[in-house]
């Protein structure tokens, strides 16, 4: 079994920053793409930003330039960096990973309980 955990989400003033972390942990051969979602109330989830394992990243146009994915494969771990934060950022954000587990060998789309961002005015 794999999970996905988040940390880092909270209250912050607009113009502020924030850092999300996920850790994967459990019987995984590989990670492949890994990505923040976000869901705000009464919207759809969306895509913020992606990453590869070769390290390519995407982003969502409203987060661009703000905002930066990265990913530490030693720690099968994606972090999200939040800068100049707005209140239309906040929503609860969650971790997604495309996986590769060896028992039995298959891929495993797996995502995180989530993490509360809440940006005030």
């Known amino acids: 079994q794999v999970q996905l955990v988040e940390s880092g989400g909270g209250l912050v003033q607009a113009g502020g920053s924030l850092r999300l972390s996920c850790a994967a942990s459990?019987?995984?051969?590989?990670?492949?793409?890994m990505g923040w979602y976000r869901q705000a109330p009464g919207k759809q989830r969306e895509l913020v930003a992606g990453?590869?394992?070769?390290?390519?990243?995407n982003y969502a146009d409203s987060v661009k330039d703000r905002f930066t994915i990265s990913r530490d494969d030693a720690k099968n771990t994606v972090y999200l960096q939040m800068n100049s934060l707005k209140p239309e950022d906040t929503a609860v954000y969650y971790c997604?990973?495309?996986?590769?587990?060896?028992?039995?060998?298959?891929?495993?789309?797996?995502w995180g309980q989530g993490t509360l961002v809440t940006v005030s005015a």
């Open positions: 459990g019987s995984i051969f590989s990670i492949n793409t």
């Open positions: 997604n990973a495309n996986t590769i587990v060896p028992i039995p060998y298959r891929r495993l789309e797996v």
């Open positions: 990453i590869t394992r070769g390290g390519t990243t």
